[in-house]
């Protein structure tokens, strides 16, 4: 079995500050992790993936996130946020076996202005 | 190309109903999973459908049922609603099984109240 804990259920920040969501996983199998995007009243959207190669993957509007195996971690990272970043962020695994995806509880990102 | 649709998008029915929730997958795509989205529970899986068969399934009461047409349509159904059933119910779609890490698309989603 596989869990993903995001310890943050929301981060305020200021426009054009970093922000730094926090995601850590458990699996005994190899993974595939992923981030989604969750703007209001719409479904998910995928930001970004780990399936192999570098652990350092990108998104196309600004987010990166780095996969630490030691850490199991999957922390996501913007080094400048805009106010249309306000959204949910759900972090998640898949094991090497593809049967499903585990979702963690969501961070809030609010950015102020 | 439109993307995931899902009808209808909200929903009120009373406890003991049944409800069936529909979802067109993008135009290609064989795969089409479905998910429930509460407060308490989070995102958690519901089933995945690939060619009309179930391919996976995840912990969920038997009340909870689906099934894929012949043109990758699928429509999930519960029966004997509860209160706890109340939620929003995301239908994600892929070319291929989410086992060889297809991308999901999601659709928007059917919000579901039970009364």
């Known amino acids: 079995a596989q869990s993903v804990t995001q310890l943050d259920s929301q981060v305020p920040v200021f426009e054009e500050a970093p922000v730094e969501l926090r995601c850590n996983y458990s699996s005994s199998v190899s993974v595939y992790l992923f981030w989604y995007v969750q703007y209001p009243n719409q479904g998910l959207q995928l930001l970004l993936k780990?399936?192999?190669?570098?652990?350092l993957v990108e998104s196309i509007n600004g987010f990166e996130a780095e996969f630490n195996k030691s850490q199991t971690s999957f922390h996501l990272r913007k080094p400048s946020v805009h106010i249309s970043d306000t959204a949910e962020y759900f972090c998640a695994v898949m094991d090497n076996a593809g049967n499903m995806l585990t979702f963690g509880g969501g961070t809030r990102l609010m950015v102020k202005p | 190309k439109a993307g995931v649709t899902q009808t209808p998008r909200y929903l009120i029915k009373t406890r003991g109903q049944q409800v069936t929730l529909s979802c067109s997958p993008i135009s290609g795509h064989r795969s089409v999973s479905w998910y429930q989205q509460t407060p308490g529970q989070g995102l958690q899986f519901l089933f995945e459908y690939f060619s009309e068969t179930q391919r996976n399934k995840g912990n969920f009461p038997g009340r909870f049922s689906g099934r894929q047409f012949s043109n990758s349509r699928s429509e999930m159904n519960v029966s004997t609603l509860e209160l706890g059933d109340s939620a929003l119910y995301l239908c994600?779609?892929?070319?291929?099984?989410?086992?060889?890490?297809?991308?999901?698309?999601f659709g928007p989603g059917t919000r579901l109240l039970v009364l």
């Open positions: 994600a779609s892929s070319i291929g099984l989410a086992a060889y890490q297809e991308t999901q698309y």
């Open positions: 780990y399936l192999s190669g570098s652990t």
